[in-house]
């Protein structure tokens, strides 16, 4: 597996106001040998200044975030890029993440438009998720044989084999690949949508994998996953994180939730 996890570039999208997660992944990429591209997220100011000019219809924070990503496409179509990872700078990931890449890739059918490589919330469609929170809520007693049976079912899910799935409504999406018509296709239409859609870049992406209008492929479990010292609730499990062996994290990943929505089930 290459610096770029098996793809032609890597792009990391970063906040000026959040330095410090800019830092952790300078710090992630030099650890496991990732190349990226640094792409600055539009400003709020920007994307006021843009809502005015061109009467797009989301809030000024979801414009910020749509305007970056379109740049990144529009990036990639001019130096016809085949395929990129974009990921934000809150992340952590798993140490092992370039056999984990190389695992996917090998599995994924070709051709694919979108790889959803990092989510905060489950799939309906994901492998063993269903099973998963069946069994959470059936054993979320105080009961010592209940309690155990819940611990080595977690352990088990949280290690088990990467796979590819395809995808049907992704949610909460921190980092996803995407291959050169894709990117063509929102280069020239996502801003033309801005202006009839007041939806943000989580749910276009999704919607287009679930209406047909693209091939979509989500990893399991993520490789990647939510990090952010400012809302500590929202972070996710990790078997093995990159930041904590480092220590540039205190919380251990590997006892956390594996999606944002699960924390309650998951204690």
């Not at 469609?125 to 069946?134: A, C, D, G, I, S």
């Not at 992704?170 to 690949?177: D, F, L, T």
């Not at 050169?180 to 239409?189: I, K, S, T, Y």
């Amino acid at each position: 597996m290459n610096s770029t996890l098996g793809f032609q570039r890597v792009y990391v999208v970063y906040s000026a106001s959040d330095p410090s997660s800019l830092e952790n992944f300078k710090s992630i990429a030099v650890l496991l040998d990732i190349d990226a591209r640094y792409i600055e997220q539009t400003s709020i100011e920007r994307a006021n200044t843009l809502q005015r000019q061109h009467a797009y219809l989301a809030n000024p924070v979801e414009i910020a975030e749509l305007d970056t990503h379109a740049r990144i496409y529009a990036h990639m179509a001019r130096h016809d890029i085949q395929s990129a990872l974009i990921i934000q700078s809150s992340v952590d990931m798993e140490l092992d993440i370039k056999l984990r890449m190389a695992s996917a890739l090998g599995d994924i059918p070709d051709p694919y438009d979108m790889l959803f490589v990092g989510r905060h919330y489950a799939e309906p469609t994901e492998p063993h998720v269903q099973e998963m929170m069946t069994f959470l809520r059936q054993t979320n007693s105080s009961d010592p044989s209940a309690q155990m049976q819940r611990v080595w079912a977690k352990r088990e899910f949280a290690s088990r084999k990467t796979r590819v799935y395809l995808s049907s409504f992704p949610s909460g999406i921190s980092a996803y690949a995407i291959g050169r018509q894709m990117a063509r296709r929102l280069h020239h239409r996502l801003r033309v949508r801005m202006t009839v859609d007041k939806h943000d870049l989580d749910f276009i992406l999704a919607d287009v994998a679930m209406v047909g209008l693209s091939i979509a492929y989500s990893m399991s479990p993520s490789p990647i996953a939510a990090y952010t010292t400012r809302h500590v609730s929202g972070n996710q499990l990790l078997t093995h994180s990159a930041l904590h062996v480092m220590s540039l994290r205190q919380d251990d990943p590997a006892m956390l939730s594996p999606y944002k929505d699960w924390a309650s089930m998951w204690t």
